[in-house]
């Protein structure tokens, strides 16, 4: 049982370029998370999604696209990186309700855009 | 819309002496609360949460929380640190509406020796 798993650990990118986070959980989890970490911001969430096939917009979603293809698969798209998307990204999971469950973090992705 | 303000943003302390991280929201309905810690370059994980019932909350590795509704509070407490707690905690909130948890910004505990 692995839990959250995130690919790649880091990143580096030119401005410009275009890159797929993946995040996979093996717990059969309905809901999947991406935020981002920034220092003095704590975590603000980009894209969820409350089931396979579904996607809906957190808090700085702009710049960024997702998709839940798999269930147990949550990918967070780059199109046109910028310097301002330089971040880590973390990826979590919850079993069903979205208000009360626990959330179980991935190890993070830290990426560097130039 | 709920939001959750971490009043410090660095707490130092020495080991063995108690700490308290504090936790304000701003919400007016009923909330469900949340403490997350983050070790060095690890990702989360849940620490305790407030759903309903006792006001007073345990959770793992001695930590405490105290929710208090008069004072839209959600302090964390434990009576001796250890270096091995050194880390950054996150406090957080949800709604009834099926909203994603809000995180506040983080403090960071620092255990000195």
């Known amino acids: 049982n692995a839990g959250v798993t995130q690919t790649p650990k880091f990143r580096v990118l030119k401005t410009g370029q275009s890159m797929t986070l993946l995040c996979a959980q093996d717990?059969?989890?309905?809901?999947m998370y991406w935020y981002r970490q920034d220092p003095g911001m704590g975590l603000r969430l980009i894209h969820y999604?409350?089931?396979?096939?579904?996607?809906a917009k957190g808090e700085v979603p702009d710049g960024y696209n997702v998709s839940r293809l798999k269930k147990q698969n949550f990918l967070l798209g780059l199109e046109s990186a910028a310097p301002s998307q330089t971040s880590v990204y973390f990826c979590?999971?919850?079993?069903?309700?979205?208000?009360?469950?626990?959330?179980?973090f991935g190890p993070g992705t830290r990426l560097t855009v130039l | 819309a709920q939001s959750v303000t971490q009043l410090d943003s660095q707490v130092p302390v020495f080991e063995e002496a108690p700490v308290e991280l504090r936790c304000n929201y701003s919400s007016s309905v009923s909330v469900y609360l949340f403490w997350y810690v983050q070790y060095p370059n690890q990702g989360l994980q849940l620490l305790l949460k407030?759903?309903?019932?006792?006001?007073l909350v345990k959770g793992i590795n001695g930590f405490e929380a105290e929710f208090n509704k008069s004072q839209t509070s959600f302090h964390l407490r434990k009576p001796s640190v250890h270096i091995s707690d050194t880390a950054e905690y996150f406090c957080a909130v949800s709604v009834p509406g099926n909203t994603p948890l809000v995180f506040g910004k983080g403090t960071r505990l620092s255990v000195i020796a």
């Open positions: 999604s409350v089931g396979e096939g579904t996607t």
């Open positions: 407030y759903l309903s019932g006792s006001t």
């Open positions: 979590a999971s919850s079993p069903t309700g979205i208000m009360t469950d626990t959330q179980y």
């Open positions: 717990m059969n989890h309905e809901y």
